[in-house]
């Protein structure tokens, strides 16, 4: 099974800042990453497929860069509606993979 | 627009069981492979189980192999999750998805005595 570590598990910003999420593979994945964001009860979104297409509808100043293990989400400058969980997903191999999550919180 | 609506959740003791149901409306059901995935209160999120299009193919979590049956209905655009000798740690809202793209809102199995 291939195990995703994702880093940090929670992170504190401010409105306007770049925050950078990484997401780490067991072993290589190509480029099968999605990137999802979730706010409290609602169900995931998907923000980036084929781990840097941006989905559509989704704003420019998220984007997502990697290959093979390694695999990063950007948010340029983060907005007020950003603050949420954000989780990455490996589809290379089932059984699917699920970073841990990060909450990113407002400082 | 792609619309997932799950139903079947509630309130089942340990040992029960329960059916999901994912209706799928807003693209061709009988094209995409679905998954279910599901997240325990407070935690992260945990794939369940994968069904391809035509049925041929059927992955299961080991959490969940030999109690929870994958299934689908092309005819009735629905998918659904029959869930045998639940446990308190299947406690969770569960997500039907297309393959990975699009997420329903959840249903809430809470296994409880």
């Known amino acids: 099974d291939i195990q995703m570590t994702q880093s940090p598990s929670s992170l504190s910003a401010s409105v306007g800042d770049r925050v950078t999420i990484t997401c780490r593979a067991s072993?290589?994945?190509?480029?099968?990453l999605g990137w999802y964001q979730q706010k409290p009860g609602k169900a995931p979104k998907r923000l980036i497929y084929?781990?840097?297409s941006l989905q559509s509808g989704v704003p420019s100043r998220f984007s997502g860069s990697g290959s093979g293990t390694e695999f990063t989400l950007t948010i340029s400058s983060l907005q007020p509606e950003d603050f949420a969980t954000y989780y990455c997903?490996?589809?290379?191999?089932?059984?699917?993979?699920f970073g841990g999550g990060t909450k990113v919180e407002i400082k | 627009e792609v619309q997932l609506v799950e139903s079947g959740g509630g309130l089942v003791q340990p040992g029960g069981s329960l059916r999901l149901s994912c209706a799928a409306s807003g693209f061709t059901f009988s094209s995409y492979s679905m998954n279910w995935v599901r997240q325990a209160p407070g935690k992260g999120l945990e794939w369940v189980s994968y069904i391809s299009s035509s049925s041929s193919t059927i992955y299961y979590a080991d959490s969940v192999k030999g109690r929870f049956t994958i299934s689908r209905d092309n005819a009735k655009n629905s998918l659904y999750l029959q869930m045998n000798s639940l446990r308190a740690e299947d406690t969770a809202v569960y997500y039907c998805a297309r393959n990975s793209s699009y997420w329903g809102q959840g249903t809430l199995v809470t296994v409880s005595s």
């Open positions: 072993q290589g994945i190509r480029n099968d």
């Open positions: 997903l490996q589809h290379n191999s089932y059984p699917l993979g």
């Open positions: 084929a781990a840097s």
